[in-house]
């Protein structure tokens, strides 16, 4: 059920400005020429990637929280900058974490799935948030169902790119994952999700294959973003041919 606050439209999309300026960077460092006012137009042209290996993160995000922040949140190896009230856990001291009775976790989707087979995992009241990575296999239907029988609260999905930098969101509504318009663009090629991302402007990554089958869909979101939404994503699997007797 969606909270009585919530209106469309109260969720700006990102500054055009912000992510038309980010994407000329990326195309300079390319070499890519491009019309000044419409740079998105210079991506039609170029060929799919191979997707990048080895993007070093260079710097640590803020950490947007899909519902308002509780007193103690925990967070696993160290993947945003420090702000209260979040307080980091390095992987070694993950037997700790139940000592600080968080209210919700930020944690890798391969820790999540540990914490939850463990016996005495720790106790969480208000959520958690889970991080994708274009680089991993993909958050299944299994993964939350897993998740809800563990921990009983909700489970909202942050998907990174390459670099690790968050692109896209879960919000209230759990319909998708809303791009960072700043940060991404997304499109598809015969099911496949090609993307090209905006944060790592010294590497460019200009229209990676995924390896991901993916819905995107532009329609308003019930949450009141307007951005782009990712649905469905899953790994494509490998047509498998039969040799002719």
């Known amino acids: 059920m969606l909270l009585p606050t ?22 300079d ?23 990048p290996d080895g993007i070093a993160r260079t710097r640590l995000e803020p950490f947007r929280a899909p519902l ?7 967070m696993l190896e160290g993947l945003f900058a420090a ?41 969480v009241s208000c959520w ?8 991993a296999p993909p958050f299944e239907q299994a993964d939350r169902d897993l998740l809800w029988c563990a921990f009983g609260v909700p489970v909202f999905e942050q ?25 991404a663009i997304f499109e598809t090629r015969e099911g496949e999700l090609i993307a090209t991302q905006l944060t790592t402007p010294e590497q460019p990554i200009l229209r990676a294959r995924t390896g991901l089958s993916a819905e995107l869909v532009k329609e308003h979101c019930e949450c009141g973003a307007e951005t782009p939404r990712i649905r469905s994503l899953a790994k494509i699997r490998p ?3 039969y040799a002719m007797a």
Request: hydrophobic letters at 45%; glycine letters at 6%.
């Open 6 to 27: 919530l209106r469309r439209g109260l969720r700006p999309r990102a500054r055009a400005d912000d992510r038309l300026g980010r994407l000329r960077k990326v195309l």
């Open 29 to 51: 460092q390319a070499g890519v020429s491009y019309a000044e006012r419409n740079p998105e137009l210079a991506l039609e042209g170029l060929p799919l990637a191979s997707p």
């Open 68 to 74: 308002a922040l509780p007193p103690r949140v925990a």
């Open 83 to 123: 702000q209260p009230p979040l307080r980091e856990f390095s992987a070694e001291a993950i037997r700790m974490v139940g000592e600080f009775e968080p209210d919700a976790l930020v944690l890798p989707l391969a820790v999540a799935r540990a914490l939850a087979g463990q016996h005495r995992r720790p106790v």
């Open 128 to 135: 958690m948030a889970v991080l994708t990575s274009l680089a």
């Open 159 to 183: 998907l990174r790119g390459w670099d690790g930098t968050v692109i896209a969101r879960e919000c209230e509504v759990h319909d998708g994952l809303h791009v960072d318009e700043a940060a």
């Open 239 to 241: 047509k498998v041919r």
